[in-house]
Nanobody
Framework: QVQLVESGGGLVQAGGSLRLSCAAS????????MGWYRQAPGKQREMVAV???????NSVDAVKGRFTISRDNGKNTVYLQMNSLRPEDTAVYYC??????????WGQGTQVTVSS
């Protein structure tokens, strides 16, 4: 069974940076979209940023200009570069791959904590 493996979370001070990575443990056919979502305590999971197979990106307004999503198609890997982090960015971050054949795949989540 294919799994998504995330890395790069941790504790950082406000204004700092982190880079999240997410790689598939096996082959996933027809990935059309990769993305990052987050869930803060007591809140619903929200989309942070997504990138299509064609390279188009979209992100939530709260992270525009600070976070950058990118992908390596050859490695089935997606990245999230997070700069100028704020305490309100504290959440569990989940990666997501969407396949036109098999639907959604989710990572296990990685904790990002930003201290003030």
């Amino acid at each position: 069974q294919v799994q998504l493996v995330e890395s790069g979370g941790g504790l950082v001070q406000a204004g700092g940076s982190l880079r999240l990575s997410c790689a598939a443990s096996g082959s996933i056919v027809s990935i059309k979209r990769m993305g990052w979502y987050r869930q803060a305590p007591g809140k619903q999971r929200e989309m942070v940023a997504v990138i299509t197979s064609g390279g188009s990106t979209n992100s939530v307004d709260a992270v525009k200009g600070r976070f950058t999503i990118s992908r390596d198609n050859g490695k089935n890997t997606v990245y999230l570069q997070m700069n100028s982090l704020r305490p309100e960015d504290t959440a569990v971050y989940y990666c997501n791959f969407w396949s036109a054949i098999r639907g959604d795949y989710w990572g296990q989540g990685t904790q990002v904590t930003v201290s003030s």
